[in-house]
Structures are given as structure tokens and as C-alpha cells.
């Protein structure tokens, strides 16, 4: 079986009721980050990763996504009569050549090992990556460039991990490791949001998985786990136990929660600093917050 990764699956199914009364007419992934819905940060670190097969796992209400991955004549013809080639090039990027995409509807909201596994015929026999695109990560070279570089190496799964406080633990997948080997940290098991006490580790999984076709023959029979919903950390879990071959990757590159009304806002900050047509007059802006609260303390 090949090591290349040419298959995402993107879990976009939610309904997103963190960010009402937004999500009542557009789906979370279509909110933006400055200018970009946050869908489109994922297809990008997607493509630079050298995938060529998106797979939406959507639901109903979603079809804005649908329509966003689609080209859009009159706009495009609009900006070619203004000459506004600029913007003419930041629309072609969204454009998806036709057979990239597709698009395979959840009918229930049964979690995301269960969404993952909507996927399993158009994935087949091959390795695939999933892709949270609420968890936005900023860096030098993606993180899911820098997870199929290191899967090339490995073979075994691997799933995006960085620490998390044990406050915070609780929310996430938690990896037990073996030993931690720099960025590979081999996996001896992992749980779906443990309490604080039970955590085996402060390494959370993050929304970036490269897995292998076996976890689809787990999820074939998965049973609902923890929230009454199917896992995908209990089909992870699964393959440690059976074939001893799961890795959490440490990433480098930050990464923004933007499930989270915090994450979100912490996102914008970052995204609207990194860029050049905006740092100046956005940065002063905040070193004027900055100032103006220190002189009222
Ligand atoms: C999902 C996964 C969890 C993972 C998290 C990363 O949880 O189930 O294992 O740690 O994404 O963001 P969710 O945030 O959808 O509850």
C-alpha cells in the first residue's frame, strides 16, 4: 500500500451553535478570519500538503459551502471589466477544479468517528487525512506538509498533538505516550475528554489525523463512547491496541481554537497582525488599547 496521501476528509457537519445567531444562515466555516472563511485556511494547508481529493462530510443547511467552492462567472467577469486582476487571482484560489471535491451528506449528528466513516467509500484502500477546520494552525510550513513528510518516514498513523494545561484537558482527545522522542511521540493509548484526573497525558490531539484504511474497518462497527457519540479517538485507540502503530506529531506552528468564541477573536488578532496591508494601522491601533488601559490603572 502506497505512503502518499492524496485524500482529505474535512468533518463539517456541525451546526455550529457556539457561534448563534451567526450560524443560523451560514455555516461556521464560512465565518472569516480578516477576509478568508476559515474553510479556506484548511483547503490550503490541505493542497500544500499534496492533497488533490477533498472529501465534505456536510449536512443540511450547509450548501453555502457548496456554492463558495464553486466559480462564480459574473463576479469574475465584473473584476476583469474593473481590471481588478488582484482580486480576480484571490477569487481563482478558492476555485476548485471540477471531480476535486465532493461532498457526502451526515444525515445524523452521530460525532465524528461516525462522520469520518461517511467517507469510507470514496477513501477505499489507502491512507487519508482529516482535517478540523476550527483548529487553525499559523506556521512556516503547514502542519499537515509537516505530518505527511513525517508519515512518508513512519507509516504508522499520527495525529496532530501539542500540550495543553489540565484545565484545559478535559476538552480534547488525550494521547498516553511511550516515550517522547521530539516531534513522534509513540502512542501506548488514548482517550476521548478524560477529567483532569484521568488524563494519561497533557498531549491533546488536535484536529489534523493521517490514518490508515484500517481505522475504517474499526468504525465499521464503532459503538458510541464518550457524549453518546462515535469516536474517532476510540477507533485511534483501537489500532494501538491491535497493531501498536499510532503516533501524536508535535507540530510546529501555533494554533487558534476557533470553536471557541476566544480562540476565534485570539485568530483574528494574529491573522489581521501577519498582514502587511493592515499590521500598521491595526497594530497602532492596539498598542492604543494597550496604552490607554495601562493609564487607567
Ligand atoms: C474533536 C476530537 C478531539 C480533539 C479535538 C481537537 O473534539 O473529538 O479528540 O481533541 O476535536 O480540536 P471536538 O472539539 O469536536 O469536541
Not at 474517532?232 to 506552528?253: S, W
Amino acid at each position: 500500500m502506497t505512503n502518499k496521501v492524496t485524500k482529505a476528509i474535512f468533518p463539517v457537519a456541525g451546526l455550529g451553535t457556539r457561534f448563534l445567531p451567526a450560524t443560523k444562515s451560514i455555516p461556521k466555516e464560512i465565518m472569516t478570519l480578516v477576509d478568508r472563511p476559515l474553510i479556506q485556511y484548511a483547503i490550503d494547508e490541505a493542497r500544500e500538503a499534496g492533497i488533490t481529493e477533498f472529501i465534505f462530510v456536510t449536512a443540511r443547511g450547509k450548501s453555502a459551502l457548496e456554492d463558495y467552492f464553486d466559480r462564480a462567472p459574473e463576479l469574475e467577469a465584473a473584476l476583469r471589466l474593473a481590471k481588478k486582476q488582484a482580486q480576480l487571482d484571490e477569487l481563482r484560489r478558492t476555485d476548485m477544479d471540477s471531480g476535486a471535491i465532493a461532498y457526502i451528506r451526515q444525515r445524523d449528528p452521530k460525532g465524528l468517528g461516525h462522520a469520518v466513516w461517511c467517507a469510507r467509500r470514496l477513501v477505499g484502500d489507502e491512507p487519508f487525512a482529516v482535517i478540523l477546520p476550527d483548529d487553525v494552525i499559523a506556521g512556516q510550513t503547514g502542519c499537515l506538509r509537516q505530518m505527511v513528510d513525517a508519515y512518508a518516514e513512519t507509516g504508522g498513523n499520527m495525529v496532530a498533538a501539542m500540550k495543553v494545561p489540565p484545565a484545559q484537558i478535559s476538552s480534547y482527545g488525550v494521547l498516553a505516550v511511550k516515550s517522547d522522542m521530539g516531534a513522534l511521540l509513540p502512542a501506548s493509548g488514548m482517550v476521548e475528554k478524560p477529567r483532569a484526573e484521568d488524563a494519561p497525558s497533557d498531549f491533546a490531539a488536535i484536529g489534523r489525523y493521517i490514518l490508515r484504511p484500517e481505522v475504517m474497518r474499526t468504525l465499521d462497527t464503532a459503538q458510541a463512547g464518550s457524549g453518546g457519540e462515535i469516536q474517532l479517538t476510540d477507533a485511534i485507540a483501537a489500532q494501538i491496541r491491535d497493531h501498536d502503530n499510532v503516533f501524536g506529531y508535535r507540530f510546529k506552528g501555533q494554533r487558534f481554537d476557533c470553536g471557541s468564541k476566544a480562540g476565534f477573536l485570539q485568530a483574528t488578532v494574529a491573522f489581521g497582525l501577519a498582514r502587511e496591508d493592515l499590521r500598521d494601522e491595526f497594530g497602532a491601533y492596539l498598542s492604543s488599547l494597550n496604552a490607554a488601559s495601562h493609564a487607567a490603572e
